[in-house]
């Protein structure tokens, strides 16, 4: 059975900084993108960041790209998500996702598997 389990979020002031995390099993993680969505209430969910296989290529949305840093470990089947310079319009739940290629996707529905979320709330 395969398991995203995403950690890390709470709640921060404007300016601050969260790392968020996401533990994975039931998968060969590291032949897997991953990737971070983000949705916010009453809003579409919406591609945050992706990384591939051996982290050798990274892809961010243009809303966060030089604020956010996506990293893998894939001896510890972990991704993160470094947040720095975070803004109220980051708040939103976080969820962690899986693909099983190397090309990395910023559509949700390319993506196969997912974690439950944690929210992220960025007080101003």
């Known amino acids: 059975q395969v398991q995203l389990v995403e950690s890390g979020g709470g709640l921060v002031q404007a300016g601050g900084s969260l790392r968020l995390s996401c533990a994975a099993s039931?998968?060969?993680?590291?032949?897997?993108?991953m990737g971070w969505f983000r949705q916010a209430p009453g809003k579409e969910r919406e591609f945050v960041a992706a990384i591939s296989w051996s982290g050798g290529n990274t892809y961010y949305a243009d809303s966060v790209r030089g604020r956010f840093t996506i990293s893998r470990d894939n001896a510890k089947n972990t991704v993160y998500l470094q947040m720095n310079s975070l803004k109220p319009e980051d708040t939103a739940v976080y969820y962690c996702?899986?693909?099983?290629?190397?090309?990395?996707?910023?559509?949700?529905?390319?993506?196969?598997?997912w974690g439950q979320g944690t929210q992220v709330t960025v007080s101003s």
């Open positions: 996702a899986a693909k099983g290629t190397n090309s990395i996707n910023t559509a949700s529905q390319n993506y196969d598997y």
């Open positions: 039931g998968l060969t993680f590291n032949r897997h993108v």
